[in-house]
T-cell receptor
Framework: GQSLEQPSEVTAVEGAIVQINCTYQTSGFYGLSWYQQHDGGAPTFLSYNALDGLEETGRFSSFLSRSDSYGYLLLQELQMKDSASYFC?????????FGKGTTLSVSS | DVKVTQSSRYLVKRTGEKVFLECVQDMDHENMFWYRQDPGLGLRLIYFSYDVKMKEKGDIPEGYSVSREKKERFSLILESASTNQTSMYLCASESRGLGETQYFGPGTRLLVL
């Protein structure tokens, strides 16, 4: 079967650094995406890794290791507005396969 | 600015009713998707379409059908709504590719009584 595993919840304080891990097992793999969803809102695209290594976009970075079937989203200098759900998703060649999401709670 | 719109934000229907959810995108994207989102289950793919008049089943197509008569519009149909179809329904579109970036609509929260 196809599966993506990520932690269900993570908590942190403002200014901290948080890493959300994602391991996957899929029949096809073209890349790993990350999406952010605020409560009541639509998922929005954050990043995409097709190759091994680290991609940095401002305070957010995403990492992929294809050999380990593993990736992570790194959020730095956390702000209250980063409180949201974060989904990893694998591009398998037909459609995106989403993980169940990680709820990040940032407190002051 | 990229835009995906859905016909309703909130919808209340009765068991057995036929329900139409519409999604329109203005980005000339080839690919469109319908998901449902339930607490603890993440996003599950119902149907997707790679072109006009073309459809493919996703992971949970039972009880649903779709229609894509025009490139910009992708409709989800619940033939006979049931209470277990109460959910948040999300539409998404992407340019033809390998799934790098999907753009989501605001979602329709459907309650079936």
């Amino acid at each position: 079967g196809q599966s993506l595993e990520q932690p269900s919840e993570v908590t942190a304080v403002e200014g901290a650094i948080v890493q959300i891990n994602c391991t996957y097992q899929t029949s096809g793999f073209y890349g790993l995406s990350w999406y952010q969803q605020h409560d009541g809102g639509a998922p929005t695209f954050l990043s995409y890794n097709a190759l091994d290594g680290l991609e940095e976009t401002g305070r957010f970075s995403s990492f992929l290791s294809r050999s380990d079937s593993y990736g992570y989203l790194l959020l730095q200098e956390l702000q209250m507005k980063d409180s949201a759900s974060y989904f990893c998703a694998v591009a398998s060649g037909t459609a995106l396969i989403f993980g169940k999401g990680t709820t990040l709670s940032v407190s002051s | 600015d990229v835009k995906v719109t859905q016909s309703s934000r909130y919808l209340v229907k009765r068991t057995g009713e036929k329900v139409f959810l519409e999604c329109v995108q203005d980005m000339d994207h080839e690919n469109m998707f319908w998901y449902r989102q339930d607490p603890g289950l993440g996003l599950r793919l119902i149907y997707f379409s790679y072109d006009v008049k073309m459809k493919e089943k996703g992971d949970i197509p039972e009880g649903y059908s779709v229609s894509r008569e025009k490139k910009e519009r992708f409709s989800l149909i619940l033939e006979s709504a049931s209470t277990n179809q109460t959910s948040m329904y999300l539409c998404a579109s992407e340019s033809r590719g390998l799934g790098e970036t999907q753009y989501f609509g605001p979602g329709t929260r459907l309650l079936v009584l």
